[in-house]
């Protein structure tokens, strides 16, 4: 009697590796250093690939955590009403007398606390959609911010602290490093952990895991407890990029960060995605938005060439899926 092997990973398949959509994304990547160098003579430079993340990864922050949201099958649209309350919340602390690092550390607990709310809400009400749930609390916490500061602006920082955004570690941005860091932690989380099992096993299929016994519930607040905080960090770096802050900052940085994340090839179904292609699509943006501003290309003909993009990824992952 002949003995059989049962094969637990698959051969190595060259189609399948390169038609991945990580590398389409890699591709569009270069296309746009290739236009955008066209387009403009003092593109092409190291200042613009050091200097110019540094124009957009504050709301890059906030990316990591919406992945694994968007793969729990959820949507969170209050992050960019928790960066304006934490950060305003900040200064306000600060000019009352708070030292600045005790500031600091306040937006991030209030950004967290903001998040474990939106959480809350849905583990407690089960029924009811994460859109409409953060669609309210993102009414809320923007008009706290309104109410706190009203339209006056909060500023008068101490100069260390624009290194945050500004600063340098050697050639390298201090918000690249960091940003790094953070990645790689989202990636080890999300890839290497029971935890990313889990967050992929809701998305697919949220009553299986249910009855399988997998806490879902705390999943739940931990990943909506890590969109807060991690608001609360986009928060401050973009307060120290801006030198000041008002209850109207990071408007609109939802819609960007969940661009950032559909295109990147995670489905709004849930239950699929990788970390990679969210980075690739950060800095597709990122760039994109640098590439042409330096041109002058007004904020509304920079929305209608994301929402084409976007669309276009979105065709194509459905024919790739077909």
Request: proline letters at 4%; a positive charge; charged letters at 10%.
């Amino acid at each position: 009697m002949s003995e059989r092997t049962l094969a637990i990973e698959k051969p190595w398949d060259w189609k399948r590796f390169f038609f991945q959509w990580e590398w389409l994304l890699v591709v569009i990547f270069v296309l746009i250093h290739i236009i955008n160098s066209f387009l403009s003579p003092w593109y092409l430079s190291a200042n613009t690939f050091l200097s110019g993340p540094m124009n957009f990864l504050d709301k890059a922050f906030i990316v990591l955590p919406m992945m694994l949201v968007i793969i729990l099958g959820n949507i969170d649209i209050s992050v960019s009403s928790n960066v304006a309350l934490s950060a305003v919340m900040m200064g306000v602390l600060y000019n009352v007398g708070l030292p600045m690092p005790l500031a600091m550390v306040s937006a991030l607990v209030i950004g967290t606390i903001c998040g474990g709310i939106n959480g809350l809400l849905l583990v407690k009400f089960k029924e009811l959609p994460a859109m409409i749930v953060t669609l309210s609390t993102m009414t809320i916490y923007r008009g706290i911010a309104y109410v706190i500061l009203e339209d006056h602006a909060s500023g008068g920082f101490p100069p260390w602290f624009s290194f945050f955004a500004w600063g340098y570690v050697g050639p390298v941005p201090f918000i690249l490093i960091v940003f790094i860091i953070a990645a790689v932690i989202f990636g080890l989380l999300l890839h290497k952990t029971s935890f990313g099992r889990s967050v992929y096993g809701m998305g697919s299929n949220l009553l299986a895991c249910r009855y399988s016994g997998v806490k879902t519930d705390r999943i739940l607040m931990i990943v909506f407890l890590l969109t807060g905080f991690m608001s609360a960090l986009c928060a401050i770096f973009l307060t120290s990029r801006m030198g000041s802050t008002r209850p109207n900052v990071a408007t609109g940085y939802e819609l960007d960060v969940i661009a950032m994340v559909v295109l990147g090839g995670v489905s709004t179904s849930g239950g699929t995605g990788r970390i990679a292609g969210p980075l690739l699509a950060i800095f597709i943006i990122g760039f994109l938005n640098y590439g042409l501003g330096l041109i002058n290309v007004s904020a509304q003909v920079i929305l209608i060439i994301l929402g084409l993009l976007l669309v276009l990824s979105v065709l194509v992952m459905n024919l790739r899926k077909r």
